[in-house]
């Protein structure tokens, strides 16, 4: 593996010293196994599509997807945990397409695009700094195919004083500085003055979606994969046959409840690659080359600012010309031709390209209509986000924001502003208030 850090050779070792306690976990533990499994069925693409296992451990999931027709490359920290794995592969009768050891902030021994679906499903749970998590994240995005999907795993950050209560209701009482520092910051650190080998991130529920978001990810559901039974499943877990069944049903049903999310101890979130990411990023660098001036502008601008907003098009905003020679560019994606339209409400050489199924408008000069007539529409703010190493100029949040307030699109307003930077915020207003707006 080369050099790494302190925390991950203890993880290393952790999980070195006793892969079949890990393997294992899951049998304890089987309604967490059987609703996760129920949310891989539903939108994982079918067999035998090329998955990626990132942080599986002993192949608890990967033999079972196996089992199922994909083709599963197992990645993890553990050697010993890989070795396992390829025995329980054996014992099931099935050959996993990989074994590969590493740490899942890098996966550079993969090509981008090269998974039609990626699990990270135990990693995030040990990265202690939210920048190694969102490293993880963007490197588990990169090598899956635009489209595909993402199943995120945490821990939730309530799960250690529920677990107290449930085997260990003196912990508090012994330890509250160090449940104060788990309720406080999620973490678990080495060394902690309990004696646990255990080094952990603890996630808030509310921040699990939001955070996969800025990783480039779209969120479709959080699961809290124990449902109603969390710390209580015993007898459910003692089950078979339609008893079980109906168990696993209901405890599916409701994993999506956010309600429930702060009373499980494991978070599933399942996203998808956006493919508008790809599209805009082949679209930039054509731009750039092209030497044409351009805006990202309308949810794409604000998904780029890390909103979770799901992106159904794209919106382009640019002087009239550019707009023309963008449909020069890309003239076998027309579908309505660059031309002067109106609206009640917009005026702009408009026109409309097709990228695989994904709509890109393209506004030429934009005007809007108010009391005295037509206004052109200019950026009052402009920053450059970065897509995937490529610079993509767009509106700041807050003037997004503003935007949607006054066409009264308060939703999406309100959406945005937990994210944007108050004083710049209010900086927009006051200038809008002196120029009459």
């Not at 050099?3 to 070195?16: G, K, M, R, T, W």
């Not at 952990?200 to 039974?229: I, N, S």
């Not at 409840?257 to 660098?285: F, M, N, T, Y």
């Amino acid at each position: 593996m080369g050099d790494c850090s302190p925390v991950v050779s203890l993880v290393e070792q952790y999980y070195d010293a006793q892969p079949q306690r890990e393997w294992e976990r899951l049998e304890r533990h089987r309604t967490e196994f059987a609703v996760a499994m129920r949310a891989l069925q539903a939108h994982l693409p079918p067999p035998p599509a090329q998955v990626l296992d990132c942080g599986g451990g002993p192949g608890r999931y990967a033999v079972e997807l196996a089992r199922r027709g994909y083709q599963v490359t197992l990645f993890d920290l553990s050697t010993a945990a890989l070795h396992l794995a390829r025995e329980n592969a054996a014992a099931a009768g099935v050959a996993l397409a990989g074994y590969e050891h590493g740490s899942a902030t890098d996966l550079s021994c993969f090509p981008d695009d090269s998974f039609d679906a990626v699990l990270v499903m135990g990693p995030l749970y040990h990265l202690l700094e939210e920048g190694e998590r969102l490293q993880a994240l963007t490197e588990a995005r990169r090598v899956l195919k635009s489209g595909g999907p993402l199943f995120a795993a945490f821990i939730s950050r309530y799960a250690v004083p529920r677990w107290a209560a449930a085997r260990e209701p003196s912990w508090p009482l012994e330890y509250p500085a160090l449940l104060e520092k788990i309720l406080a910051t999620g973490v678990l650190p080495p060394g902690a003055e309990d004696g646990s080998s255990f080094v952990a991130h603890f996630a808030h529920p509310a921040q699990v979606g939001p955070f996969c978001q800025r990783a480039g990810l779209e969120v479709v559901t959080v699961l809290g994969v124990e449902g109603l039974v969390s710390m209580i499943e015993d007898g459910v877990n003692a089950l078979s046959g339609a008893a079980w069944d109906t168990w696993v049903e209901l405890n599916y049903r409701v994993a999506a409840d956010p309600s429930i999310h702060g009373c499980v101890e494991h978070l599933l979130v399942v996203a998808v690659k956006p493919r508008w990411r790809a599209v805009l990023r082949h679209i930039a660098q054509r731009l750039v080359e092209a030497g044409l001036a351009y805006a990202v502008v309308g949810g794409t601008a604000v998904a780029l600012h890390g909103v979770p907003l799901p992106v159904k098009d794209l919106d382009l905003m640019m002087p009239a010309e550019d707009a023309y020679r963008f449909q020069a560019l890309f003239a076998d994606r027309v579908v309505e031709p660059v031309a002067l339209r109106e609206s009640e409400v917009y005026r702009s050489h408009l026109g409309r390209f097709d990228f695989d199924g994904l709509t890109v408008e393209v506004m030429g000069d934009l005007h809007w209509r108010e009391a005295t007539g037509w206004v052109p529409v200019s950026l009052a703010t402009e920053t450059a986000v970065d897509l995937d190493g490529v610079p993509v100029p767009v509106p700041s949040l807050e003037e997004e924001s503003l935007v949607y307030v006054r066409r009264g699109r308060l939703d999406r307003a309100a959406l945005c502003l937990p994210y944007c930077d108050r004083d710049r915020l209010l900086a927009l207003l006051r200038e809008g208030r002196a120029a009459g707006i």
